[in-house]
């Protein structure tokens, strides 16, 4: 047996993987937003959080600055005075007491007197503690006598600042003093350090000398506390985000959740819940809506209560109105008949008015059907003889019931027919009753055009599309023809001496079998309606399986929007002419 080739996993491009990415983010952000939308609480925590934030942020920074500001500047002012006072300290031991000591101090053998000053420079403070700045003295004239103190050397004098305290003692200016803050690496160390380095000069008047002496102060002890002041002010700020955060909170808390629970209240109200009411606390705002909440809802109830009996006064008014007209309209309807068998012995007129007194009657009697009807649809009396039927069968004897009126009317019916049989559960007479009143709706306003007629199936629904090319509908019309007794135009006379509530009934039926009727229509390309049924009786549609709107008509809309002006460039000559 040959062996098998393991099938290699596919791997995924880098496209894939950024388009799968790209999804989820998307989804995560969609899902961001729908709950941002629907949570005011939500809202109002994240703006004061924003707020918070900003205000936190701009105060938090000016307290540093203003900080930061405030110690640099006391250190800059004690290390100036402090150098200031050396300076002294060393011209005062380089001042020599007679003209005879006034010699130059050189690398020689000599003692040079800068050996004791520098003692006393860098020795102990006046409170006993160690001096924590270091000093420079630079003899000018001889680089051999000059002095320092820990670990400085000339190397670690900024360039700036020598270059700038040579020029003032270039230009004679002794008392100039030259400052920089710097980042310093001192023998002996790995890391630099922040260091306030103060410049001055020594000249001596007898001998003409002149001695530049720096002194370095560190600023570790500033740069360490002006750190813990940024940390603690970042930390009191996170502290009073959250805690603004957590009272915005529990203020919108507070005030969304009365909300919460009238959205609530008034959404178990429209779902025909009228004894929902609002439990009323204190005297506030909330309490107040509250009460205005459940006077509107006691109002609402009340007025129901009143239409309800009002509809249901009239219902019974129609129901008994139809059931009395039975009798004296079966006592008029002999008689009338009697008359219209006999007209040919009667004079013209007399006959005339026999044929038009058994139109009417006849008339009456389908509005008086439709009436009692009407009434066992408002009464909740209206049942379905259910039976497994082919719909195109329904279909056809709608059909064969119309043809006298279509011939009348110059009409023609083109059927589209599925050949396999649209089986399903449907009260034969009721769906019959539906596709008789949109034939001859379509017959009297197809204007004699050709009415198409068109059976569509699927697995779930069955569907009968009825398509008339008359006078059509105007925008909105599409619904209000179901209504009761409506007219497209009042002044337009009924040709085939219908009631008004066809297409009514229609509705009824076709929502008392679970489906749908609905209606298309535009000015001068006719209308459709379209019945749409479940297979199965009390399943639920999803769909039908014929368009509403007629094919040629959604393909005309999208041939339309397909076509796109295209402008050339003007030649000048009027012709066209091709791009080299």
């Known amino acids: 047996m040959p062996p098998t080739k393991k099938k290699r996993p596919r791997r995924r491009t880098l496209r894939q993987i950024l388009g799968g990415v ?79 000591q006034a010699k130059p101090v050189d690398g020689g053998g000599a003692a040079n007197p800068l050996d004791d000053v520098m003692d006393t420079v860098t020795g102990s403070s006046e409170d006993g503690s160690k001096k924590r700045y270091d000093v420079l003295i630079l003899n000018v004239a001889s680089p051999g006598g000059s002095r320092a103190s820990g670990s400085v050397v000339l190397a670690n004098v900024p360039l700036k600042l020598r270059t700038a305290l040579q020029t003032s003692v270039r230009n004679l200016e002794y008392d100039k003093v030259v400052v920089s803050i710097e980042r310093l690496t001192f023998a002996g160390q790995s890391q630099p350090r922040l260091t306030y380095v103060v410049g001055g000069v020594v000249h ?49 808390r507070q005030v969304v959740t009365p909300v919460r629970l009238a959205r609530q209240a008034a959404e178990r109200l429209a779902s025909g819940k009228l004894d929902e009411r609002l439990k009323v606390r204190g ?45 004296p309209l079966t006592t008029v309807r002999m008689a009338a008949d009697l008359l219209y068998d006999a007209r040919e012995d009667f004079d013209p007129m007399a006959a005339r008015s026999a044929e038009l007194m058994q139109a009417q009657l006849e008339r009456f009697e389908s509005m008086l059907a439709d009436l009692l009807e009407i009434s066992r649809y408002d009464a909740g009396a209206a049942t379905l003889d259910l039976d497994s039927m082919d719909v195109t069968k329904v279909v056809l004897r709608a059909i064969e019931d119309s043809e006298a009126l279509a011939e009348r009317h110059g009409t023609r019916f083109e059927l589209r027919l599925p050949h396999e049989p649209c089986m399903a559960e449907i009260d034969s007479r009721r769906v019959e009753r539906i596709l008789r009143n949109l034939l001859f709706n379509a017959i009297e306003h197809g204007e004699g055009r050709e009415i198409v007629v068109t059976v569509g199936a699927d697995r779930d629904a069955v569907a009968v599309a009825i398509r008339d090319h008359g006078i059509g509908l105007k925008q909105g019309e599409d619904t209000m023809v179901f209504d009761r007794f409506w007219r497209a135009d009042p002044s337009r006379a009924r040709t085939i001496g219908g009631t008004g509530l066809g297409l009514a009934i229609s509705r009824e039926d076709a929502t008392l079998h679970g489906g749908w009727l609905q209606a298309w229509g535009q000015p001068g390309e006719g209308s459709q309606f379209r019945l749409t049924l479940p297979r199965l009786a009390g399943a639920g549609l999803k769909g039908s399986p014929l368009p509403l709107v007629p094919p040629e008509i959604e393909m005309r809309r999208t041939w339309r929007g397909a076509m796109t002006p295209v402008l050339l460039p003007a030649t000048g000559d009027g012709a066209i002419h091709d791009e080299d």
């Open 204 to 252: 001596q008047t007898f001998t003409g000398q002149n001695y530049e002496v720096y002194h370095f102060f560190p600023l570790n002890e500033e740069e360490e506390l002006l750190s813990n002041v940024r940390l603690a002010i970042v930390v009191v700020g996170l502290g009073l985000v959250l805690l603004l955060a957590a009272i915005a909170y529990l203020v919108a």
């Open 22 to 100: 790209r999804r989820r983010v998307r989804r995560a952000a969609g899902r961001a937003r729908s709950v941002w939308r629907r949570s005011l609480q939500l809202q109002v925590v994240t703006s004061t959080l924003v707020i918070s934030v900003i205000v936190v942020v701009v105060l938090g920074t000016f307290l540093s600055t203003q900080i930061n500001k405030s110690v640099i500047e006391s250190t800059q002012r004690s290390s100036v005075s402090e150098a200031y006072a050396d300076r002294l300290q060393i011209a005062d031991a380089l001042t020599p007491e007679t003209e005879d």
């Open 283 to 327: 005297e506030d705002d909330l309490a107040r809506l509250a009460n205005s909440f459940n006077e509107m809802a006691a109002n609402l109830a009340l007025k129901i209560h009143q239409l309800e009996e009002l509809s249901q006064v009239q219902r019974q008014f129609v129901s008994d109105v139809s059931h009395e007209l039975r009798t």
